[in-house]
């Protein structure tokens, strides 16, 4: 892929630590989050609301370091299933001639790590690919999208994203 395409567009690097004990994988950023450089940072995406409600931290209100930080101090890290690919726009469904990220290589590095969590349906098929790949056997959490593009009810998404409790730190680790 040239990198010079205007439609070729890269994933952000893992934010994850030794502590990281649930992993929630992505798709691709989308437009927003790439201009900002900055995991969901499109104002309508609920990704933010519902990892604070799993932890019980207000994330919307903090800035996005301090956001990152507080993620990480409850155990959740954060990527993308797709190193690179050709998108136009922000779709899923527009995602073409894409890499993957190497999921498999991440998570052997996670000491910690109890559950692998992909937030929306094209992150989780590209993801259960490369974990089956890679003889990967660790427990998955399918969630709905919080992206607004997926459409159902904000409570249903919350209900569904609350499963993560069981994997995650209430308070801060050390």
Do not use: C
């Amino acid at each position: 892929m040239s990198a010079t395409s205007p439609d070729l567009k890269r994933n952000f690097p893992p934010v994850v630590d030794a502590n990281t004990r649930v992993l929630i994988l992505g798709s691709l950023p989308g437009e927003v989050s790439l201009a900002h450089q900055q995991y969901y940072a499109h104002p309508q995406n609920r990704f933010w609301h519902l990892v604070g409600e799993v932890i019980g931290e207000p994330l919307p209100a903090l800035d996005y370091a301090a956001r990152l930080d507080t993620v990480r101090a409850h155990g959740i890290g954060l990527w993308d299933v797709v190193a690179e690919a050709r998108r136009e726009g922000s779709l899923d469904s527009n995602i073409r001639l894409h890499a993957g990220s190497d999921l498999v290589g991440l998570i052997a590095t996670l000491p910690s790590l109890r559950a692998v969590a992909f937030n929306g349906g094209t992150a989780a098929r590209i993801g259960q690919r490369a974990l089956a790949q890679g003889d990967v056997t660790i427990p998955v959490v399918l969630l709905p999208s919080s992206s607004p593009a997926y459409t159902i009810p904000y409570a249903t998404k919350r209900d569904a994203w609350l499963a993560l409790r069981d994997f995650v730190s209430a308070t801060p680790l050390a």
